[in-house]
T-cell receptor, first 107, second 111 residues
Framework: KNEVEQSPQNLTAQEGEFITINCSYS?????LHWLQQHPGGGIVSLFM???GKKKHGRLIATINIQEKHSSLHITASHPRDSAVYIC?????????FGTGTRLTIIP | DAGITQSPRHKVTETGTPVTLRCHQT?????MYWYRQDPGHGLRLIHY???????DKGEVSDGYSVSRSKTEDFLLTLESATSSQTSVYFC??????????FGPGTRLTVL
């Protein structure tokens, strides 16, 4: 069993829909990261959080440490949000990654 | 954007040849990482460094070695490349906050 599990693996939605991507982990962590990888391959860090909730524009990330679960939400989704979203947990100076969720937003 | 570059960006080589990938940063960050990304596996840690001459293995370190003689440079060497090492390689850096900044990636093909 992977230490970091993401769901769904693939998600297709219409422009404007509310998007939720989930991440569950089985190890102790000091922080959780959400990353975005565009079709060109570049990886960008969206959020790093260890408790509660963070918001940046239309993106919201939450984490529940007791349940070992995090969610990434996108409000008013747009085709430019199409990308692979990767959850990663940080512990012992290292990141362990989920396999990613491929999001496609159709105009 | 964090100042992090990788070279080369693309490389095709033959089985059995040595290959060195370079990661260069201008941020003076303490931590540097090498990952590989393969379909179905996501990103996996190969080696990382927590200071000059201080390195440690990740989960997929077999067949790879690293060196860090300067803060700004972290080299990944494949002593004798194999087809299973065909992958996209990412370097990343982080400071004490452990937020990671990724390089643009190197696509390596071993024939």
């Amino acid at each position: 069993k992977n230490e970091v599990e993401q769901s769904p693996q693939n998600l297709t939605a219409q422009e404007g829909e509310f998007i939720t991507i989930n991440c569950s982990y089985s190890v102790g962590i000091s922080a959780l990261h959400w990353l975005q990888q565009h079709p060109g391959g570049g990886i960008v860090s969206l959020f790093m959080l260890s408790s509660g909730k963070k918001k940046h524009g239309r993106l919201i990330a939450t984490i529940n440490i007791q349940e070992k679960h995090s969610s990434l939400h996108i409000t008013a989704s747009h085709p430019r949000d199409s990308a692979v979203y990767i959850c990663a947990v940080f512990g012992n100076e290292k990141l362990t990654f989920g396999t990613g969720t491929r999001l496609t937003i159709i105009p | 954007d964090a100042g992090i570059t990788q070279s080369p960006r693309h490389k095709v080589t033959e089985t059995g040849t040595p290959v060195t990938l370079r990661c260069h940063q201008t941020e003076n960050h303490r931590y540097m990482y090498w990952y590989r990304q393969d379909p179905g596996h996501g990103l996996r840690l190969i080696h990382y460094s927590y200071g000059v001459k201080d390195t440690d293995k990740g989960e997929v370190s077999d067949g790879y070695s690293v060196s860090r003689s300067k803060t700004e440079d972290f080299l990944l060497t494949l002593e004798s490349a194999t087809s299973s090492q065909t992958s996209v390689y990412f370097c990343a850096i982080s400071d004490h906050s452990f937020k990671q900044f990724f390089g643009p990636g190197t696509r390596l093909t071993v024939l």
